[in-house]
DNA sequence: ACTCCGGATAGCCGATCGGATGATGCCGGG
DNA sequence: CCCGGCATCATCCGATCGGCTATCCGGAGT
């Protein structure tokens, strides 16, 4: 069998959670912490440098490029390790974007500790790591129509956010009323709603919107 | 001086927070961690039986209890402990109820180790500690009138979250439309909004309303 | 070449909303 | 004891919204 020791670099820009995971990872034998980066950048730096088998990466990474960003980074390095996403959130645009990026499994970070390891062997090897709750979440979704909006729809619902009225979104986006109208509408069949307020709701629910 | 050792309890849902927190605090030559809780129930039993100097609490706690009630449940203890808030968020209500459920402290969990330590040391000594974001959310929230919504007016907000009309709001509400618009109205104006999209949009990020 | 889709535009109409104004009853703090 | 906040209800009215139906254009994919 091959490496005896998987090398996992931690990517996070939490001290504490960098720390808490390489103090419970530290402590399996197989496994070992060669590297930790708190951004995008140090991450790339870190990871050509060590050439770990996996990396954990966190999502959120602060204020520059985010953690899906990251990932599409680091896999596009030579000899790429396999990067296993160790987030607080499980939203469906989170993980399509993660796994759409090379990620090769996606973990909560309120797991416990024994479901890590087992996360990290299993990507190691190769194999697609889910966290339960987050196969549940992509098998719903999977099976009901995927509600994609488009730019321009994205634009209105932060207007609408905004509480803008149609005749103010018509001018700030330079368009005719009718053509915001017909936007909503289009917005309201995608997300399954019926109301302003709805929309607004439920985009900020589906992190369409940032709140 | 009283004390060389301080005695911590953590109390956090996250085993990797925990994992990180004792790794990071336990290094420190003052300062002991005694014992460790992942919810309410757990960390009042905790604290009764360890005598902590002070309790380090998240304030999302998963099901049970948050960390405000578990804050005042653990305050209420004989020969409490000083309390420190180390969360994720800073939210103004969340400060404002953590400080009113008797909390000392208010960090933030991207906060870097020394920052936790030096807040450690001057929670045990009695000090009031708050993280630097925290403490000017404070001021400028200090400094501009407080929105406060109603119970009342927090149902109606949920209710239109769900894109509800008011006649289908009154009709769950058990109450006339008449009422409904007059709720609305009051909470266009706490808000500074004045349509239902904006309302949902500005209780969402004042996190009067969870998404 | 042909189709599909995003984007833009138009008009119609009933339902709803938002603002203004006013009133009543209850409770708790000053 | 009185005031203010909360919750309740009522009416009026102009502005807006949401649903419907249709058309047009240009680029991407088959």
């Known amino acids: 069998m091959g490496e005896q020791h998987i090398r996992v670099v931690l990517v996070d820009d939490h001290p504490v959670v960098r720390a808490g995971v390489r103090a419970l990872v530290s402590a399996q ?16 730096a870190v990871v050509g440098e060590t050439k770990p ?29 396999q990067v296993l996403v160790l987030t607080t959130y499980d939203t469906e ?12 499994g996606y973990l909560l970070k309120d797991a416990p ?31 009901s129509p995927a509600p994609k909006v488009s730019p321009r729809e994205v634009e209105i619902l932060r207007l609408l956010a905004r ?32 109301t302003r307020a709805g929309a607004v709701a439920t985009a900020i629910e589906r992190r369409i919107l940032r709140p």
Chains 1, 2 share one sequence.
């Open 113 to 143: 500790p024994d479901e890590l390891f087992r996360a990290i062997r299993g990507t190691a090897r190769g194999e697609t790591v889910l966290a339960p709750s987050v196969a549940t979440r992509l098998l719903q979704r999977a099976a």
């Open 163 to 194: 509480g803008l009225g149609n005749k103010e979104m018509a001018r700030e986006l330079l368009v005719s009323e009718a053509t915001v109208k017909s936007h909503l509408s289009h917005i309201y069949t995608k997300l399954g709603v019926d």
């Open 29 to 44: 034998d197989d496994l070992d912490v060669v590297g930790e980066a708190a951004d995008s950048a140090e991450a790339v």
């Open 93 to 104: 645009a989170d993980v399509l974007e993660a796994v759409d990026a090379g990620a090769a």
């Open 53 to 81: 088998d996996v990396v954990l990466m966190d999502l959120s990474l602060g204020d520059g490029p985010g953690g899906a960003e990251t990932t599409r980074l680091v896999r596009d390095l030579p000899s790429p390790p």
